[in-house]
């Protein structure tokens, strides 16, 4: 089997290569060629040889779809090579083009266009025209690059802006800033993503200041302003167009638009604009809104004066006390603090105000050293405002000082007091929860169990589910035959939560869903949501939606992922939270198969219908939990020991199969993989010429997830918990809160994981397995 595999591959490539050179003999290449980077190799699965068209066609979509450029090239090279004349040659002489695009390539990609470019009627001389456009980009040819989008843009097509705005970096390349100006002008003021329309705006602001015309600049800003929504991103607009407006000399614009930077009170935008009105000494400069600039960015003295000034006036003056005396707190003036906070509590008690300062000024007083002092005025505090939702944040905080005191027995009293008194707040039920747990692990069950189904018997939501879970464990611990109905009411409380899972599997009622994996959606599922969503709402009437997924399949159609899932999710901007549009674009979506907007879409969907809706088709929760590249989960999630069904929930969790995403401390792709852990997954698996970029790709990430899971499911003893606790928190802290390698009590074993990320992780990654195994047979 291996002789014949390494056969296929050879024939693959020569193909390919006798391809390349046919083409590379009869059409002039552009010059400047980019270096083509040797794609990721992974080992190669024995397939039968398609030996027609069609089915090289589907092979490579299929390919594509998982983003594997090589085997993509080498089938459509085949197909081209073997089937000229095929109806598919012209699409697989376009995507193949891409493909070489997309790696860098675009010499080989320009060879292989010139043939679909000779008749203008043709089906893909669009987007042929636009590949060639990028590839004179690529090889740094500017006029070469204006001329094709310029062609481009005269063809009418719903990419037209998008050409505009490539054309017009392809001019300022060129030095022509005028024309460049005019042509970002041209562009933003086309139908396309407003973050590409705002790009625009701001390159043709540039330009025009550049160019000597500051005021020309503030009205593209303005241009901005009507529909820019994001505050961060308004305040810096607005600074910008002020210091524009100051060029041209227009001092009471400049400052007409630092105020209101200075309004939005978002970051050091607002503060620098807060700066420059202080400069200038402008006397309608508002001091408390500039001081809530200076507090996002920290910068506290500043924030103090502009407090002091909005205190004397009396402005806020309650709230400016209260918050002059949180900035000397900042700085370490502890005295200082306590008596603007006293202050401020004191010139309204009973204000809102007043009482959030007289909690600050608790915490404050603790903080500067009376502890004990602090958590005796914090049970204080909720005993004379029981009604008050800041009471169970002040018996928390008093349980806290406690335990720092050392008095456990006192903070358990606290607990117990913020929970039977709060039972259906977050605060109370954890409170409860903690002190259950404390009984349970020290032996008094009976102790244990009295706090649990109390929460069973009067808690709400997930408090009710997770009594009347541990309830459940601790009377099948005691051979207590209640145990079954506490499970039972587990199940039934928040039915999607960890805890109807964990009930469900102690009941052996483990649900097997109908579907296969990968399953479509048909007509009749779409129809019968339809209904659904017409039964519970009403259209606002607004314009469909169809051009932004036209838009997002003609990007893609040209390699401009990015910019499609711009599109996309610019269409869940326009959609809000009208239900009907909603759907549509979930529709739309799924149908192009873009999974992450779909279900973004579905989401907001399912938040948006009514306590009183009836329950929703088992197609909104197929967009909400999909499983898409099912061939290839199901294969490398079997090949390393992971169940697919598990894989699928967490890739939702942590990407929400959106493959280009990007986590704050850099982990990329469907499964979210670190940079350091891919170079070592590479390395474990022999994958040769591995580049980050490559976890991106889906065949790459999931590959390498569906391994990373399988090694942690076996360094934890076949844990799935454990597992997972290490797939996010790392082997070491998974095997510190176990205790060793072995998980005893997977329920036990979540409560002892003291980073609240993975805790919470570990909960949705198994209560979404839940939703996967109702929906989904197993494999």
């Known amino acids: 089997m291996a002789r014949i595999r390494v056969l296929r591959q050879r024939i693959a490539l020569g193909l390919a290569c006798i391809l390349c050179c046919a083409l590379a003999g009869c059409l002039m290449p552009i010059t400047q060629p980019s270096p083509t980077p040797t794609p990721t190799t992974l080992p190669a699965t024995a397939t039968p040889i398609p030996i027609t068209a069609a089915e090289l066609w589907q092979r ?45 390539n675009w010499t080989s990609a320009a060879e292989l266009l010139r043939p ?3 008749d203008p009627a043709a089906p893909f001389y669009a987007p042929a025209l636009f590949l060639t456009a990028r590839a004179h980009e690529a090889a740094g040819l500017h006029a070469e690059a204006v001329a094709a989008y310029n062609q481009y843009e005269a063809l009418g097509t719903l990419l037209a802006p998008y050409a505009t705005l490539r054309a017009a970096a392809q001019l300022r390349a060129l030095g022509r800033l005028a024309e460049a100006e005019a042509s970002y002008a041209r562009a933003a003021s086309g139908a396309m993503a407003a973050g590409q329309r705002a790009a625009a705006y701001e390159q043709a602001m540039e330009l025009a200041a550049t160019l000597g015309r500051p005021a020309d600049g503030v009205a593209y800003a303005r241009e901005i302003l009507a529909f820019a929504a994001q505050p961060d991103y308004r305040a810096r607009i607005l600074a910008r167009a002020a210091e524009l407006a100051d060029a041209a000399g227009d001092a ?3 400052r007409v638009l630092r105020r209101e930077a200075i309004a939005s009170h978002a970051g050091p935008s607002a503060a620098l604009a807060a700066d420059a009105l202080r400069a200038v000494g402008d006397p309608a400069l508002d001091p408390f809104a500039a001081a809530q600039a200076y507090r996002t ?15 004397a006036a009396e402005q806020n003056a309650i709230e400016a006390l209260r918050q002059r005396g949180l900035a000397r707190r900042a700085l370490g003036d502890f005295a200082g603090a306590l008596a603007d906070l006293a202050a401020a509590r004191d010139r309204d008690p009973n204000s809102d105000a007043g009482r959030q300062a007289a909690l600050d000024w608790i915490q404050t007083y603790g903080q500067s050293g009376m502890v004990a002092e602090a958590a005796a005025l914090y049970r204080q505090y909720a005993a004379e405002w029981p009604d008050d939702p800041r009471a169970p944040v002040a018996l928390d905080r008093a349980a806290q000082l406690h335990d720092r005191l050392g008095d456990g027995a006192t903070a358990t009293a606290v607990r117990l007091e913020l929970g039977q008194r709060y039972p259906t707040t977050m605060l109370g039920i954890a409170a409860l929860h903690r002190v259950a747990l404390a009984r349970f692990d020290s032996g008094d069950l009976a102790g244990a169990s009295e706090i649990w189904s109390g929460l069973a018997q009067n808690g709400q939501g997930i408090g009710q589910a997770l009594g009347a879970f541990w309830a459940g464990k601790v009377a099948r611990q005691l051979g207590d035959p209640a145990a079954t109905g ?27 869903g109908p579907l296969p994996i990968g399953a479509p959606i048909d007509a009749a599922d779409w129809i019968a949501l339809a209904e659904w969503v017409q039964g519970w709402s009403a259209s606002a009437g607004l314009p469909a939606l169809a051009g932004v997924a036209e838009r997002a399949r003609l990007l893609h159609e040209v390699g401009l992922d990015d910019e499609a899932r711009g599109e996309w999710l610019d269409g ?40 009183e809706a009836t329950p929703p088709p088992t197609a909104l929760l197929r967009l909400r939990f999909p499983t898409p590249y099912a061939e290839l989960v199901q294969q490398e999630a079997t090949a390393f020991g992971v169940d697919p069904l598990l894989f699928y929930a967490l890739i939702r969790q942590e990407s929400l199969f959106n493959p280009a995403a990007t986590s704050w401390v850099g982990a990329r792709g469907l499964a979210q993989i670190m940079p350091d852990t891919g170079r070592g997954i590479a390395q474990n698996l022999g994958v040769s010429n591995f580049q980050l970029d490559d976890l991106y790709r889906p065949y790459v990430s999931i590959r390498f997830g569906a391994f990373y899971l399988g090694r942690r499911i076996k360094d934890m003893n076949g844990s799935w918990h454990g597992a997972l606790a290490a797939y996010n928190g790392g082997l070491g802290n998974a095997q510190r809160w176990a205790g060793g390698s ?23 990654v198994y209560a979404f397995y839940g939703v996967y195994r109702g929906l989904y047979k197993h494999s």
């Open 60 to 104: 490579a979509l299929a390919a594509n779809a998982i983003g594997d450029d090589a085997t993509t090239a080498s089938l459509l090279s085949q197909l081209l090579q073997l089937f000229p004349m095929a109806p598919e040659a012209p699409q697989a002489r376009l995507l193949l083009a891409r493909s070489y695009g997309d790696r860098g």
């Open 116 to 118: 679909l470019l000779a």
């Open 252 to 254: 009471a614009t400049a």
């Open 297 to 311: 960015v920290e910068r506290w003295n500043d924030a103090i004066t502009m407090l002091d000034l909005a205190i």
């Open 486 to 512: 506490y499970f039972r009411q587990a199940l039934a409380a928040v039915p999607d939560s960890y805890y109807a899972v964990r009930a469900a599997e102690e009941l052996g009622e483990i649900p097997a």
């Open 572 to 611: 869940l901007r326009q959609a809000g939270e009208d239900p009907a549009r909603l759907l549509e674009l979930a529709q739309h979506a799924y149908q192009a198969g873009a999974t992450y907007p779909a279900l973004l879409a579905a989401e907001r969907l399912a938040r948006l219908a009514p306590p």
């Open 742 to 764: 072995v998980v005893i009590d997977p329920d036990r074993f979540v409560e002892m994981i003291d980073f609240s990320e993975t805790r919470n992780y570990v909960w949705a």
